[in-house]
């Protein structure tokens, strides 16, 4: 069972999974908020081995359901509130899903599969932001302490503990991976990249929060799966990997080449995206920068990204490019309202 198989990553571990492991049925347990949406899996929702339970991670009754109705043997867990501006605004909502909600998902599968903790896996899916800031130098390491700095990380920390608890505790088998920021196709507007793109075709305000000279390590969305992938089938019960492309870009830096890459694909004039660059107020406790050592993962696993970040990139923005009707469906209704309450005042 995937949870949040009908967000942005899920999605993408969902659709690995169904093809490449028809002898197992693969259940995607979503409760379809803002974020969950199934035209992300419309090339593989009618395979045999494909099924979709919508629940809630917070409803015990529902979990246990599904947990029954399919036999879980293993969990991967994605299902979460993801983005860092919400949590600033709502930090409630983060407790209740990614707190108490993995916390009743790990109890639903300590009780279904008391009989023979050995058979089972329980993998937390979880993210870099946890150890905090770096400065200049260094890098993220399993072993680095967590020193979370926004609602969103503090809830994911709190999530991750209670995952290597319930592993000392109950001898649960248990992986957590830390990864550090996706991007992709399928990814909901209101991430940098996503949301640049979106505004770069529909030539609005490219909103650059502060100096502009935060720091994230990006990874290709289709690199984190394959990487989870290989994590769930040879990882280590107990252990944590931390998961990166040893790929730092400045934001500015990042938006300057994705408005020149799109002023290409689009036919525009060169330098006339960069024009939409607007310098916004700062996020607050915005974390100056990420970066992961992935040497545990490649040296023990034999991991590594498959694709460069200028391939990445440009596959990502052609497939927005190509995929507008996506595009259109996901940036009307509630996502303008939120837009409106994000950006009003900056
Ligand atoms: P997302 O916001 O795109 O998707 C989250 C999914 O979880 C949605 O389908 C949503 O409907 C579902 N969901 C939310 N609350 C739920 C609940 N209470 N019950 C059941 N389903 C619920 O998130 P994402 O960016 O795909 O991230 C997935 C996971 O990976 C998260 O745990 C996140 O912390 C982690 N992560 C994300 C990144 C990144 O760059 N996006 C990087 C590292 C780790
Ligand atoms: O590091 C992993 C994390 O990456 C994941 O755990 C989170 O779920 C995911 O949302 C992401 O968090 P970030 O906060 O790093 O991603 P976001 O796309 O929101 O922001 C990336 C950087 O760009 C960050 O420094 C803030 C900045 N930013 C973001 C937005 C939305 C802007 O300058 N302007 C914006 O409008």
Redesign the pocket.
């Known amino acids: 069972m995937i949870t949040g198989g009908a967000g942005f990553i899920g999605s993408h571990v969902i659709r690995l999974f169904v093809n490449k492991y028809p002898q197992y049925t693969i259940i995607n347990l979503d409760a379809l908020t803002y974020a969950g949406n199934l035209e992300n899996l419309t090339d593989i929702d009618k395979q045999p081995n494909y099924r979709f339970a919508k629940a809630n991670i917070l409803d015990t009754e529902a979990l246990e359901k599904v947990f029954d109705e399919y036999d879980v043997t293993d969990v991967i867990h994605l299902a979460a509130e ?4 919400r949590s600033i605004v709502s930090p409630l909502d983060f407790v209740y899903t990614n707190i108490i909600g993995t916390v009743n998902l790990l109890n639903t599968a300590r009780k279904k599969w008391k009989d023979d903790y050995s058979k089972h896996l329980f993998y937390h899916i979880s ?3 946890v150890y905090g800031s770096l400065g200049d130098t260094g890098f993220f390491t399993e072993t680095t302490p967590y020193d979370p700095n926004s609602p ?1 990380s503090a809830s ?1 920390a709190s999530s991750d503990h209670f995952v290597r608890a319930y592993h000392e505790t109950y001898h649960m088998q248990t992986i957590v991976s830390n ?3 996706n991007y992709g196709p399928n990814h909901f507007p ?4 996503p ?1 640049f793109i979106n505004n770069i075709i529909t030539h609005k305000p490219l ?3 502060g100096d ?1 000279l ?1 720091t ?1 390590d990006w990874l290709f969305v289709k690199d984190h799966a394959l990487a989870i992938e290989l994590i769930f089938s040879k990882g280590r019960s107990g252990e944590t990997y931390n998961i990166g492309g040893f790929n730092e870009w400045r ?1 500015i830096d990042l938006v300057k080449l994705l408005c020149s890459l799109m002023d290409q694909k689009l036919g525009r004039e060169k330098g006339e995206s960069e024009k939409l660059i607007t310098y916004v107020k700062d ?1 607050p406790g ?1 974390d100056r920068r ?1 970066a992961i050592d992935a040497t545990k993962i490649n040296k023990e696993l034999g991991w590594k990204p498959s694709v460069t970040f200028e391939e990445g990139l440009s596959e990502t923005i052609d497939w927005y490019l190509n995929n507008t009707e996506w595009l259109q469906h996901v940036t009307s209704g509630s996502y303008q309202n939120y837009y409106q309450s994000m950006y009003a005042n900056r």
């Open positions: 993801s983005h860092v501006d993210t870099d932001e969103y994911k990864c550090s920021n209101e991430k940098l990249v949301l909103p650059v929060y502009g935060y994230r934001n996020r915005h990420y």
